[in-house]
C-alpha cells in the first residue's frame, strides 16, 4: 500500500473508533492472503485496494441498540454506500456473469442510496463510478478525486473539517446512534434515530 493510502485510512479509522464507535464496529477481519489473491483472480484488485482488504475485509451491518426502527445501517459509512467485502464484490450479478467489471475495475463501495457506487481501476488505481446496472462507461466521481489515497484524504477533510470535494449541501456527515451516516440536512431520512451533522 502506499504510505498515503496507509497514512490516510489510519486516520479514517482512527476517526472512526473516536468519534463512530458503531460504524467502527462495522470493519470485518482482514481478508485472508488465499481469499486476497482469489478474488484477484477474477478481478484484478490495484495493491492499494488488496492491502486495504489485508486490513479489513469490507464492513459488514448488524443491529444497532436503540435503533428500534432499522434505520441505522452501521456499515453505510461512506458517502453513498458501503465497503464491499471480497464475497459481496464477487457476487455483484455484473461480475459473476461477466467475470471482470469492464475496464478491469474493481467494484468497492456499493450503493447504499442513490445511483451509484464507486471502483477502483486494476492499473492505475483512480477511483470511478459505477451505476446501479454496472455497464455503463467508466466516469469520474462525483468528486473529482482520483486514486484511492486522494479519496480517503477528500473523506477526512470532510469528517475533520466539514469541507471538501466530498461535500455537498445535500449530503454531509452527521451521527445517529453512535454511527457515521451521509444526510441531506434539509430532509434526512431517519424519522426516529437522532441525525447530528457534525457541523451546522
Known amino acids: 500500500m502506499?504510505?498515503?493510502?496507509?497514512g490516510a485510512w489510519q486516520?479514517?479509522?482512527?476517526?472512526?473508533?473516536?468519534?463512530?464507535?458503531?460504524?467502527?464496529?462495522?470493519?470485518?477481519?482482514?481478508?485472508?492472503?488465499?481469499?486476497?489473491?482469489?478474488?484477484?483472480?477474477?478481478?484484478?484488485?490495484?495493491e492499494d485496494l488488496r492491502s486495504l482488504f489485508a486490513l479489513h475485509d469490507g464492513t459488514?451491518?448488524?443491529?444497532?441498540?436503540?435503533?428500534?426502527?432499522?434505520e441505522v445501517d452501521p456499515a453505510a459509512?461512506?458517502?453513498?454506500?458501503?465497503?464491499?467485502?471480497?464475497?459481496?464484490?464477487?457476487?455483484?450479478p455484473f461480475v459473476a456473469l461477466l467475470g471482470s467489471p469492464p475496464r478491469d475495475r474493481a467494484p468497492w463501495v456499493a450503493p447504499w442510496h442513490g445511483n451509484y457506487g464507486l471502483a477502483?481501476?486494476?492499473?492505475?488505481?483512480?477511483?470511478?463510478?459505477?451505476?446501479?446496472?454496472?455497464?455503463?462507461?467508466?466516469?469520474?466521481?462525483?468528486?473529482?478525486?482520483?486514486s484511492?489515497?486522494?479519496?480517503?484524504?477528500?473523506?477526512?477533510e470532510a469528517l475533520e473539517s466539514g469541507t471538501g470535494p466530498?461535500?455537498?449541501?445535500?449530503?454531509?456527515?452527521?451521527?445517529?446512534l453512535g454511527c457515521l451516516l451521509w444526510e441531506d440536512p434539509q430532509r434526512v431520512s431517519l424519522d426516529e434515530a437522532p441525525w447530528h451533522p457534525l457541523r451546522p
Open 120 to 146: 477502483v481501476e486494476a492499473a492505475s488505481g483512480h477511483v470511478t463510478r459505477f451505476p446501479d446496472e454496472g455497464l455503463a462507461p467508466l466516469s469520474p466521481t462525483p468528486s473529482h478525486v482520483t
Open 11 to 46: 486516520r479514517v479509522e482512527t476517526w472512526l473508533a473516536e468519534n463512530a464507535p458503531g460504524s467502527h464496529r462495522s470493519l470485518r477481519p482482514p481478508a485472508t492472503d488465499l481469499d486476497i489473491a482469489h478474488a484477484h483472480a477474477r478481478v484484478p484488485l490495484h
Open 2 to 6: 502506499s504510505m498515503g493510502t496507509a
Open 77 to 92: 459509512w461512506l458517502p453513498g454506500g458501503t465497503w464491499l467485502s471480497l464475497d459481496r464484490m464477487l457476487s455483484l
Open 60 to 70: 459488514e451491518s448488524y443491529e444497532v441498540e436503540g435503533d428500534e426502527e432499522g
Open 166 to 176: 466530498l461535500i455537498h449541501p445535500r449530503s454531509r456527515p452527521g451521527t445517529a
Open 148 to 156: 484511492l489515497a486522494a479519496y480517503l484524504t477528500a473523506l477526512l
